[in-house]
């Protein structure tokens, strides 16, 4: 059984082109094509990226992060309440309001408080800011070595200049040794952050990053298999070029250098836009749609992989329709607001209300805005010219 499917899965008409099958593709002392069987070397070398982003971010991101002045803001923690955290834990984290009253009956207790206990566990479920500094600071270490690397392999390469070179001798293209360990470090480090997705840092487009991770996965190892290596380090420079000014940018965000982190996010989305939506259509997606067919007539590869591409772009135009409405915000405010994938922490806006509250049932209330006259006595009794600040923000004359 696992036989017939291993020949069904590797029939060349599947991988190569019509008129070529695999005995073409046999290597030599001299020329070496990819192998399906060396992807498996990725897995293992996944697990070191791991251990080494491990070993980064404690050794390195973790006091980086204390001498710059990234804080952890206190957050309220929830008292523990069994009932609350078996509801939390088993069947929802954002009760509703029929579901609060029902609670609040359980544990007897306010609804306020259940809410409140709510919005305080979600906050200490959310990651920290060093924790987002660090991971912010290995990506942005990982994607300056990947970026410059491939410049490096590609720079004398001749597809880089001429696209229709990508297509020249295929799928009989030797493969190189810079190519090989080129590809097995982007191939690697994606599936180093599948496997640390349920860690990382989720943001509101955790879903498109899923699959973005699967589609990049499937799209390097189909490349390598059916000798699609040049289009494909095409794809792996142009996308790493922009996320070399992601990360920097979330780093300075952290660090509440807005000036700094407004320009790069500028920066940013220049590139970003540019790369993914000008030159990849033209150097990818009409290379691999056009040019290809100047040498082979279509074939199941030529289909798969078009439309892998086509997912990664669909997914660069989500993105870049949320890049465009922060540009925007930015050119109407002068200032950016925050990243619309992140997920926001939940201020205890009712806890403070409640103080108020209880403080003024002591007549000990000082109000949070100064009056005119800034004559407030101790009693909590005012003069009788004073003027107010009301609670909704209102002045009332006394």
Known sequence: MARSLYEWLWQHEFWLPPGITWEDMQESEDIRYPQPRDLLLSIPFALILVVIRCAFERAIALPLSTKLGVRDKQRPKAQPNPVLETFYSMCCKNPEEGELISLSRQCDLPV?????????????????LSKKFCEACWRFTFYIISFFTGLAVLYDKPWLWDHRECWTGYPQQPLQPSLFWYYMLELSFYWSLVFTLPFDVKRKDFKEQIIHHAATIFLISFSYCANYIRIGTLVMVIHDASDCFLEPTKIFNYMKWKKTCDSLFMIFSAVFLISRLVIYPYTVLYNTYYYSMEIFQPFFGYYFVNTLLIILQLLHVFWSCLIIHMVYKFILQGTMEKDMRSDTEESDKDEERDKIREKEKNGTTYFSNVTSNG?????????????????NGHVKER
């Open 112 to 128: 306020r408080k259940v809410e409140r206990w709510f919005r305080r566990r979600r906050n200490m479920d959310r990651p920290s």
């Open 375 to 391: 004559c407030i006595q101790k009693n909590g009794s005012e003069r009788p010219t004073s003027r107010a600040h009301l609670a």
